[in-house]
C-alpha cells in the first residue's frame, strides 16, 4: 500500500492548529465536552491514498485512524500542504477552509471540499471579570494574533454584527504569536487577548487570574446568517481521486468521522492515542485541550451551509482571502 501521509491544519490560527507546549497536569478544561454520535461499526482498513497532515489540534481527531493502520507522517508546518496539492501530490489533506477555496482557483476546480473538521477555537480571555459579552468589548484595548487573515476577519464580522465598529470603538494590538501573546497574559503585562486553543488551557493553568470570558465560536452562531459556521478547518480531495475512487474517498470520510466521535467521546483514552503517535507530545495537555478544540464533522448539505456562509464573510472582508472569488458549485464533494 502507499505510504499515508496526513496533514491537519489549525487556525490558521492560526489558525493554524499548533502542537502543544508542556502544560500541567491541573489544567481545567475551557469548555465542557459536546455529546458525541454514539459509534458506528465502519470497516477499519486504511484505504490506499496520500493524506498529509499537520500536529496540533486538528490532528487530534485523526489518532484512532492512525492506531486502526493508518501509516502517519505528521509536519509541523502548515506552508508545506499547498505545494504538494497544486503539483497534485496529495489525494486528501485536512487544511483551513479559506485556503481550501484558493486552492480550488489555484488548481482551476481540480480539488474538492468533502468535510468540515474544525470550527472555531477561539477564546475571548481575560484577567479580571468585567467581560461578560461582546458588548463589553467596546472601548477596550484587546491583543490578538493574526492579522490579515480568517482570526481578523471573523472577529471584525462579529464585532460588527454587534453594532461595534472594529476600526474605531475597540482598540486592537496584533501581536505576531500566540506564545508571545499567552506569555504575556501569564505575566500580566496584558489584561485582556483573543487566544484559540489550546493556549487558552495552557495560559489559564498557569495564571489562575486568567478565565476564558466568551467562545467566540457561540458568538458567531448568533449572528451569523444562512446556517453558516466558524469553520476553521476542513477536508479536501483531489477531484480525480473523488471521480476514480469514490468507494474509497467514502470510506475513507466515514473512518474519520469515527475517529473524531471516539476523541471527543472518551478524552481519557483519546487523549492517550494522541500522545502516541505524536500529535501532541503529551497527554495530560491532549486531555485537557480536547473539549475546546471544536473537532467536528460535517459533510454534504450542512458542510455546504457552513462553509458557504464562512466563505462569503471572508469575501466580503477581502477577496483574496479565499483566492478572489466564491467557489461555485462544483467546489462542493457532496457524496
Not at 467557489?327 to 457524496?335: L, Q, R, S, V
Given at each position: 500500500?502507499?505510504?499515508?501521509?496526513?496533514?491537519?491544519?489549525?487556525?490558521?490560527?492560526?489558525?493554524?492548529?499548533?502542537?502543544?507546549?508542556?502544560?500541567?497536569?491541573?489544567i481545567?478544561?475551557?469548555?465542557?465536552?459536546?455529546?458525541?454520535?454514539?459509534a458506528?461499526?465502519?470497516?477499519?482498513t486504511?484505504?490506499?491514498?496520500?493524506?498529509?497532515?499537520?500536529?496540533?489540534?486538528?490532528g487530534?481527531?485523526?489518532?484512532?485512524?492512525?492506531?486502526?493502520?493508518?501509516?502517519?507522517e505528521?509536519?509541523?508546518?502548515?506552508?508545506?500542504?499547498?505545494?504538494e496539492?497544486?503539483?497534485?501530490?496529495?489525494?486528501?489533506?485536512?487544511?483551513?477552509?479559506?485556503?481550501?477555496?484558493?486552492?480550488?482557483?489555484?488548481?482551476?476546480g481540480?480539488?474538492?471540499?468533502?468535510a468540515?473538521?474544525?470550527?472555531?477555537?477561539?477564546?475571548?480571555?481575560e484577567k479580571?471579570?468585567?467581560?461578560?459579552?461582546?458588548?463589553?468589548?467596546?472601548?477596550?484595548?484587546?491583543?490578538?494574533?493574526?492579522k490579515?487573515?480568517?482570526?481578523e476577519?471573523?472577529?471584525?464580522?462579529?464585532l460588527?454584527?454587534?453594532?461595534i465598529?472594529p476600526?474605531k470603538?475597540?482598540?486592537?494590538?496584533?501581536l505576531?504569536?500566540?506564545?508571545?501573546?499567552?506569555a504575556?497574559?501569564?505575566s500580566?503585562?496584558?489584561?485582556?487577548?483573543?487566544?484559540?486553543?489550546?493556549?487558552?488551557?495552557?495560559t489559564?493553568?498557569?495564571?489562575?487570574?486568567?478565565?476564558?470570558?466568551?467562545?467566540?465560536s457561540?458568538?458567531?452562531?448568533?449572528?451569523?446568517?444562512?446556517n453558516?459556521?466558524?469553520?476553521?478547518?476542513?477536508i479536501?480531495?483531489?477531484?480525480?481521486f473523488?471521480?476514480?475512487?469514490?468507494d474509497?474517498?467514502?470510506?475513507?470520510?466515514?473512518?474519520y468521522?469515527?475517529?473524531?466521535?471516539?476523541?471527543?467521546g472518551?478524552?481519557?483514552?483519546?487523549?492517550q492515542?494522541?500522545?502516541?503517535?505524536?500529535?501532541?507530545?503529551?497527554?495530560?495537555?491532549?486531555?485537557?485541550?480536547?473539549?475546546?478544540?471544536?473537532?467536528?464533522?460535517?459533510?454534504?448539505?450542512?458542510?455546504?451551509?457552513?462553509a458557504?456562509?464562512?466563505?462569503k464573510?471572508?469575501f466580503?472582508?477581502d477577496?483574496?482571502?479565499?483566492?478572489?472569488?466564491m467557489?461555485?458549485?462544483?467546489?462542493?464533494?457532496?457524496?
Open positions: 500500500m502507499k505510504k499515508v501521509l496526513m496533514l491537519v491544519l489549525a487556525l490558521a490560527m492560526v489558525l493554524s492548529f499548533v502542537a502543544c507546549n508542556k502544560a500541567g497536569d491541573d481545567a478544561p475551557t469548555k465542557a465536552p459536546t455529546s458525541v454520535p454514539e458506528t461499526a465502519v470497516p477499519t486504511p484505504v490506499d491514498a496520500k493524506i498529509i497532515a499537520l500536529k496540533g489540534p486538528t487530534m481527531g485523526m489518532a484512532k485512524l492512525m492506531e486502526d493502520g493508518y501509516e502517519i505528521l509536519v509541523g508546518d502548515p506552508t508545506l500542504v499547498a505545494p496539492v497544486i503539483k497534485g501530490n496529495v489525494d486528501i489533506a485536512a487544511v483551513p477552509v479559506n485556503l481550501a477555496a484558493t486552492l480550488y482557483q489555484k488548481t482551476k481540480e480539488i474538492k471540499i468533502a468540515i473538521n474544525t470550527l472555531g477555537t477561539l477564546h475571548v480571555v479580571g471579570n468585567t467581560i461578560n459579552s461582546i458588548s463589553d468589548l467596546k472601548g477596550k484595548t484587546v491583543y490578538y494574533t493574526g490579515g487573515s480568517t482570526p476577519y471573523a472577529l471584525n464580522y462579529i460588527t454584527q454587534n453594532g465598529d476600526a470603538d475597540i482598540e486592537i494590538v496584533y505576531s504569536e500566540h506564545a508571545e501573546l499567552s504575556q497574559m501569564i500580566g503585562d496584558v489584561t485582556l487577548g483573543i487566544l484559540p486553543e489550546p493556549f487558552v488551557t495552557q489559564i493553568a498557569k495564571n489562575a487570574e486568567v478565565r476564558d470570558a466568551i467562545d467566540l457561540d458568538e458567531w452562531d448568533k449572528v451569523a446568517e444562512n453558516s459556521k466558524l469553520t476553521m478547518g476542513c479536501i480531495v483531489s477531484k480525480d473523488a471521480e476514480n475512487h469514490k474509497d474517498l467514502d470510506l475513507f470520510l466515514k473512518q468521522e469515527a475517529s473524531i466521535n471516539y476523541v471527543n472518551d478524552v481519557e483514552k483519546g487523549s492515542l494522541v500522545a502516541k503517535h505524536g500529535i501532541i507530545p503529551a497527554a495530560p495537555v491532549a486531555k485537557k485541550a480536547i473539549p475546546g478544540c471544536n473537532m467536528t464533522f460535517m459533510a454534504g448539505d450542512e458542510m455546504k451551509s457552513a458557504g456562509g464562512f466563505l464573510v471572508m466580503d472582508a477577496p483574496k482571502s479565499i483566492g478572489g472569488t467557489p461555485d458549485e462544483a467546489f462542493y464533494y457532496m457524496g
